[in-house]
């Protein structure tokens, strides 16, 4: 089973967002909880299901990731460009998404 | 152009407090997001990668100045200083909050305009040919039949919950340039032979997962039909149209199936009904919406063929401009000027606030106040005098604005892809960046001539690539991105879909795999007058074939 970890854009304003340990939406990829087991990804989706419920965030998903050298990689490129922001330069002195978030 | 009545105005004002409430009861936990999508749809809010995006109407592609700058502010104040011109003449904004929404909509009612029915499966924004009102070539200024058109389907309760997406498009010239016929309805104006104005009919073109070229189902349609003839044809579609399966909704696939002359024998039938009701348009209402569109009064400006010829001579930049950029009109002492949003090495569509400023200072001072935008994402000012255009052209260089790049190779269309759309499978946009690089030179782009390349980042085909001479489509294959190539696609009156010319491409290869393309079609044009359409059109797909994949012509994409 590939490592697992939830992720969802918040209600008020969509940003993308990864469940950290603590239970809290954070917007940095690198903060998420990691699921390896059946029982912590059952965990991860239902809590997922309840901030759904209590209208924190929308579109939530459990998704594939890898670790490598201590840094999550989500496996789909369209989840690695939710975690690190467009791959284009778009305006002057910005740098992605992850970049204004830290 | 056409300015709100009392009417409009308090429907628009009630729409944003309709909008603000419900948003406040979305956040407040009130209203559920099941219950909640519906309605920010109806209001051009999406949910994409990273944030919300806004899309907002700019009805059959035309602004002024003051609409422009409200533009820009929308991106300073509630975005990050940019927005993105779509090829449905609207601009789209990718980082808005929800929550400020309401405020966004509200500066937007101050100006006209608003975010109603840019998305949802209802009648979207109608579009037009960019040069409206201004090319030579025009029997009449299609925007005034668009504008009808606007009004009546603006909430309307019969076509508010069809089963898709439908889109119509109007153009007044032979020479289409608002690709009529991949639109769900695509109307063209000309004159009979008695010299009154109508329209023929096209019915079922669209792009998509099933891309297909509409049937002209009537070769003459009074203007003071028009509505009641749409309305016949929306009714065949909500009753027929199917509702079970989202891929098979469009109109395109009931003509498919139904066939095209089924189709109009309904169509007709249904019209019989609705004809000498209340939907035929008294001519007095024609006359009185197209007064809205009364070109400005252009005084002769004779002095510019001169000054024109002159400054030509001492700048070579500003004489490719013109050459590129600039459009003949129906004024001789005037120009239609192209301001290319595709600067080399760019992003397709993208303008900053203060390049939309910029763009309504210059349409104030040099272009009667009126600005188009066109549906291959570029900005148009359509009425500048010769003799202005010298100063224009400073501004846009002052404002990077000044790409003589109209209608050649980087002059491409595409959608946000996946660095934006939560649909897309691939990337459009770093795809555009890397050809515009590899063919960026003034004088390669000269000597290839006019190439249309468009890319879409998923099947959904925003970015028109059914329809490119040369398409790009991203899929995603084993997680990665790859992109098929398609050849001979064209949007204009000699419609054609493009056909996919085999296996697909990484994306490191895919700017290497076009030069192919491009060195081949170079290789066998007649000569230089021969466009790559043309010439593709003569020697169809194989040489193309043999140059990309050697002679094991084409595995399957």
């Known amino acids: 089973m590939a490592d697992k970890v939830l992720t969802a854009n918040r209600l008020s304003d969509g940003t993308s967002v990864w469940l950290d340990a603590a239970g809290n939406w954070n917007e940095r990829l690198q903060t998420?909880?990691?699921?390896?087991?059946?029982e912590a990804v059952e965990a991860l989706e239902a809590t997922g299901r309840q901030a759904f419920a209590d209208n924190h965030v929308v579109d939530v998903n459990v998704i594939d990731v890898e670790e490598v050298d201590g840094i999550l990689r989500p496996l789909r490129m369209r989840e690695r460009i939710r975690a690190e922001g467009p791959t284009i330069a778009y305006a002057a002195g910005y740098s992605g998404l992850a970049a204004t978030a830290a | 152009m056409y300015r709100y009545d009392e009417f409009d105005h308090a429907f628009v004002s009630g729409r944003v407090e309709q909008f603000r409430d419900q948003v406040a009861r979305r956040l407040s936990g009130e209203l559920a997001e099941d219950a909640f999508k519906p309605l920010r749809l109806m209001n051009g809010v999406y949910l994409q990668l990273h944030a919300y995006m806004l899309r907002v109407a700019v009805p059959y592609g035309t602004l002024n100045a003051r609409?422009?700058?409200?533009?820009?502010?929308?991106?300073?104040?509630?975005?990050?200083?940019?927005?993105?011109?779509?090829?449905?003449?609207?601009?789209?904004?990718?980082?808005?909050?929800?929550?400020?929404?309401?405020?966004?909509?509200?500066?937007?009612?101050t100006v006209e305009m608003h975010s109603l029915q840019t998305s949802g499966n209802c009648i979207r924004n109608v579009t037009a040919d960019h040069f409206a009102g201004a090319a030579a070539d025009e029997v009449a200024d299609p925007r005034p039949y668009a504008e009808i058109l606007r009004q009546w389907s603006s909430v309307h309760p019969e076509f508010s919950f069809l089963p898709r997406k439908f889109k119509i498009a109007v153009t007044g010239a032979e020479r289409d340039r608002a690709a009529i016929q991949v639109h769900d309805i695509g109307l063209h104006l000309k004159k009979n032979e008695r010299g009154e104005i109508g329209f023929a009919v096209y019915v079922g073109g669209g792009q998509g997962r099933t891309p297909l070229v509409a049937k002209k189902i009537r070769d003459f349609l009074p203007e003071a039909d028009l509505l009641s003839y749409t309305t016949a044809i929306m009714r065949v579609y909500n009753l027929y149209g199917r509702r079970d399966n989202k891929?098979?909704?469009r109109i395109k696939i009931l003509v498919h199936e139904m066939g095209a002359e089924e189709l109009a024998r309904q169509v007709e039938a249904e019209f019989a009904d609705l004809r000498h009701s209340e939907l035929t348009l008294p001519e007095a209402d024609i006359?009185?919406?197209?007064t809205y569109f009364a070109p400005p009064r252009l005084a002769p400006r004779a002095e510019g063929w001169a000054n024109l010829a002159q400054w030509k001579k001492a700048d070579p930049d500003f004489a490719r401009w013109v050459r590129q950029n600039v459009q003949p009109h129906k004024h001789p002492d005037y120009g239609m000027v192209t301001i290319s949003l595709k600067p080399i090495g760019g992003i397709p569509g993208d303008a900053s606030d203060a390049q939309m400023e910029a763009v309504a200072d210059l349409a104030e001072e040099y272009a009667f106040d009126e600005i188009r935008v066109s549906h291959e994402q570029n900005l148009i000012l359509p009425h500048v005098a010769l003799a202005d255009l010298e100063p224009v052209y400073r501004g846009l260089v002052a404002a990077g604005l000044a790409t003589a790049n109209s209608g050649l190779i980087t002059d491409i269309i595409a959608c946000p892809g996946l660095d934006y759309c939560a649909l897309a499978n691939a990337r459009s946009i770093p795809v555009a960046q890397a050809i515009s690089t590899r063919f960026g030179s003034p004088e390669r782009q000269a000597e290839i001539g006019e190439l249309k390349i468009k890319i879409s980042g998923c099947i959904n085909a925003c970015g028109h690539h059914h329809v490119g001479h040369i398409g790009l489509l991203g899929v995603e294959k084993k997680g990665e991105e790859l992109y098929q190539i398609t050849l001979g696609g064209s949007g204009d009156e000699n419609t054609s879909i493009g056909e996919i010319i085999g296996r697909g491409f990484e994306p490191e290869k895919v700017t290497d795999a076009i030069e192919v393309v491009v060195d081949t079609y170079l290789g066998l044009r007649l000569d230089p007058s021969e466009t790559f359409i043309a010439a593709y059109r003569r020697v169809g797909p194989q040489p193309f074939k043999t140059a990309l994949y050697g002679d094991k012509t084409a595995a399957a994409a």
């Open chain 2, 247 to 249: 891929f098979k909704a």
């Open chain 1, 32 to 38: 998420a909880f990691v699921a390896r087991h059946k």
């Open chain 2, 67 to 109: 609409q422009m700058r409200m533009l820009a502010h929308i991106a300073r104040k509630y975005d990050r200083g940019y927005g993105h011109f779509t090829t449905r003449q609207n601009i789209q904004y990718n980082w808005p909050k929800l929550s400020e929404l309401p405020d966004a909509l509200a500066d937007l009612a």
């Open chain 2, 287 to 290: 006359a009185a919406i197209a």
